[in-house]
């Protein structure tokens, strides 16, 4: 055991339990901030395993945008500040299929990597990164900076009932 | 020179991977449990999360040819989720607007409902079709 592993395992059991909260949690809005502390928590271990920045690209994008929009969501589907008794459905499927699913390949890796070890890499800067995403991957960079547009404009014509209605049946 | 290049620290992967898969349990279990659509797309977020750290940890075990594959592939599904939980959100915000709730198991999947539902939205009475 060495520095980086005890780091690994306390970050770990943080982002573990704070996500054990988020989906049982009755209320809305604590759901929302242990989500926070889950994804920091993993961008600590981003940062442990020497990916700067995308440690630092999930502090900004997760913790603070999309956060922040699940948030605003909780706001504006005026969800109750207390707890919530109608949350959930029935339970038992979901612990049956998520349980299987994540002690399932929590047993596969454990199986595949046993207890060995291996020599962290140098750190990947955004130097680094950056040479890879502007050489080798520079086309799906570009793809993926149309995906966004096209999410933005089928964000707002969803969101507009006047754009959406005229398109659904208005005036067909 | 950065000292990890000259003395490189020894980790265990198998602890990071068996949190990402933990991650990803539990955010199966929250998308199947939870009724609240909101809280859905945080147990999605989480899914999205745990293979995010497979990819960087295994970006810290192999060699590859590519030099931080991994991480340039958790970028780009970080982005990816970005523009998830935007359209996410605002198909929940209609939702809420037509039904006054996000309960997603009161959606309604069947044509007749949805046609009301519509014609309700466009202020016309009479379904169009």
Redesign the interface.
Known sequence: M????VL??AL?AV??GA??L??TTDH?VR??LY?VL??GA?AG??L????E??AW??VL??VG??VV??L???M??R?PIGA?T????P?L???L???????G??A???DA????????????TAE??GE??FG??VL??EV?SV??L???I???V??R?DI??TG???R? | MHPTLMHPTLMHPTIPYVVAALLFGLGTYGVLRRRNAVLLLMAVELMLNAVNLVLITADATVRAALPHSGAVFALFIIVIAAAEIGVGLALVLQLYRLRATVAVDELPLADDAANAGDAANAGDPVGVD
């Open positions: 060495t520095g980086v592993d690994l395992l770990g982002a573990v996500a054990l988020v989906v809305v759901a929302g989500l889950c994804l993993v271990l981003y442990v395993l020497t990916a920045l995308v690209v999930q994008i997760y945008a999309v929009l699940l605003f969501a909780v504006l589907t969800a919530s109608d949350l959930n459905r339970g499927p979901a612990l299929i998520g349980g299987g699913a994540g002690l390949l929590a596969l890796l454990v990597y046993r207890w060995s070890t291996v020599p962290l890499p140098a750190a990947g680094r990164l890879q995403i080798a991957w799906p960079f993926l995906l966004l096209a999410a933005l089928g964000a707002i969803v969101s009932p959406g209605a659904a049946g208005g067909r």
